[in-house]
Each structure stands twice: as C-alpha cells, then as structure tokens.
C-alpha cells in the first residue's frame, strides 16, 4: 500500500506541474486536499501535512468552490480526530484549527 501511496504523490507532483503549464486551476484545491490524505498516511510531519490541508481551504476558499471547501474541511477534522486519539494533547496536531474543532 505504501507503494501506491508514493506514486499518488508523484502524480499529484505530475499534476501540479501541468496546473502551471496550462493555468487551469479549477481541480487544486482537491489536489491538494489529496496531497495531505495521502502525506497523512505515509505518516509525514505534521507540518507538511498542514500546508497541504490549508492550501487546499485557501484555494478553495478563493474560487467559491463550497464543495471541495467542505470536502477539505471535513477531512482535516478527521484527521485532526484520528491524531488525537493516538496521542497526548500537547502533541495534537494543529489541522483542528484548521478545519475547526472536532
């Protein structure tokens, strides 16, 4: 599974990369809400995972595209509520500011 995770993130790259190319932006915000699922399951840092989570609300947030502004809020409320289960307070993740409290 791990495997598959990595190439997910290469094509997610892939597709960033054509985003610049061709200055279509209408599918970023989901891009990079998968950025974060995906740095989320191979276990990156916390920071990372929240740049990608955030970029993915901002973008969506600029294009009024309440649903895919839903769809990143409501998974890094998840997530927020998957570390915190595993973990002490002091050490959750800061994604619950982000998607708001779980």
Sequence with gaps: MANR???ALEA???????VEKFEVRWWSAELQRL????????GAKEAEI???FRGAINTA??????????????EAKLIATRQHARSE??????????????
């Design 5 to 7: 995770t990595l190439e």
């Design 50 to 52: 929240e740049v990608s």
């Design 89 to 102: 307070p002091e050490t959750w993740p800061r994604l619950v500011s982000i998607g708001g409290d779980p």
């Design 61 to 74: 947030k600029q294009q009024k595209a309440n649903s895919l502004l839903a769809r990143a809020e409501d």
């Design 12 to 18: 997610i790259k892939e597709a960033d990369g054509l």
């Design 35 to 42: 950025r974060g699922v995906f740095l989320t399951a191979i």
